[in-house]
């Protein structure tokens, strides 16, 4: 649905820009009087060689006008394209959001220049007051310009895409998004974390590999370990046709973990997509006590013995 919707804009923002460049090649087509028509049409003609010796009128303001819907409007039109291109995967999907973001700060710098040329400010010298104003920035915005070379050597080393579950610090999440400066990771609960690029250190990508859900069972020391191994060479390949949509793999015997205190303890393991894991981990606990119970094999559990004196 959301797809649709940005191919409806796309088309209009098409439409439009088709509509403005026209008008700026025919002002008598706005309903103006002939004498703002004739000011527009010079106005026009003026700026576009960038002749800087015209004084602000009605004509430039409309003309500044229209220069920032074109901006505007080539920019989403430029990010429908790139969003057409990221649909061929996660990694082109995260590098096409990010250009995405860098369009649109490049859209509002090439507005504000345009329009300041129009009404007849030199350019070379915005540009070099720009190149100033930066440099002064920069020195105060270390940490900003740390978050754009984090997030630009994430996206170029692919050590996440959107759509990945990562785990960083206390927050296991799926990314939601890959900004400029700032990484959205959404939890199991819906809540959004976001994170500047430079603070992502140390984290697990968990959507690289199948996840492995473990499970640890006791059985009563009493129990012919032989048997129970038999029992399980016969019920437990097949076991992915039960959950499909849970298991990758089949539930698999790992052998004894722990000689406790109350039991002896097996290990049971599973392939299961990160997105799931939790529900197949619960799945792989419920399968292993249902084949304990079904073979009449006891599962210890703690119990308290009174002694009663005499």
């Known amino acids: 649905m959301k797809q649709k919707k940005r191919g409806a804009k796309a088309y209009i923002s098409f439409v439009i820009v088709a509509i403005i460049a026209l008008v700026l090649a025919n002002p008598k087509w706005l309903p103006l009087s002939e004498s703002l028509r004739a000011s527009l049409a010079a106005t026009e003609r003026s700026n576009l060689i960038l002749n800087n010796d015209l004084k602000t009128t009605a004509a430039q303001l409309i003309t500044v006008v229209l220069a920032c819907c074109i901006v505007w409007l080539l ?4 990010c429908f394209i790139l969003r057409l291109v990221g649909k061929r995967g996660k990694r082109a999907f995260t590098i096409t959001e990010m250009c995405c973001g860098l369009l649109k700060y490049l859209a509002v710098i090439v507005a504000v220049i345009w329009s300041l040329t129009i009404l007849g400010v030199d350019a070379g010298a915005v540009l070099a007051g720009v190149g100033i104003i930066g440099l002064i920035i920069g020195f105060g915005a270390q940490s900003l310009i740390e978050d754009i070379i ?30 400029v400066r700032t990484t959205v990771i959404e939890d199991d609960g819906g809540n959004l974390k976001v994170v500047n690029n430079s603070d992502i250190r140390n984290f697990q990508n968990r959507s690289r590999n199948p996840s492995l859900c473990l499970c640890l069972c006791g059985v009563a020391y009493g ?20 959950h499909p949509d849970l298991y990758l793999s089949d539930i698999r015997y790992m052998g004894v973990d722990e000689l406790a205190d109350s039991g002896v303890v097996l290990k049971f393991s599973v392939q299961a997509p990160e997105d799931k894991f939790f529900p197949a981990q619960r799945m792989l606990a419920r399968d292993v006590k249902l084949l304990l119970d079904d073979n009449d094999f006891e599962i210890p559990f703690p119990q308290v013995v009174v002694h009663r004196g005499d």
């Open 75 to 78: 920019y989403r039109v430029l």
């Open 223 to 242: 129990t012919d370990l032989r048997k129970l191994e038999k029992v399980m060479e016969k019920s437990l390949p097949g076991s992915k046709n039960s």
């Open 150 to 179: 984090t997030g630009a050597f994430i996206i170029f080393e692919d050590q996440y895409s959107v759509g990945d579950i990562i785990v960083l610090d206390d927050v296991r999440g799926t990314v939601r998004s890959i900004g």
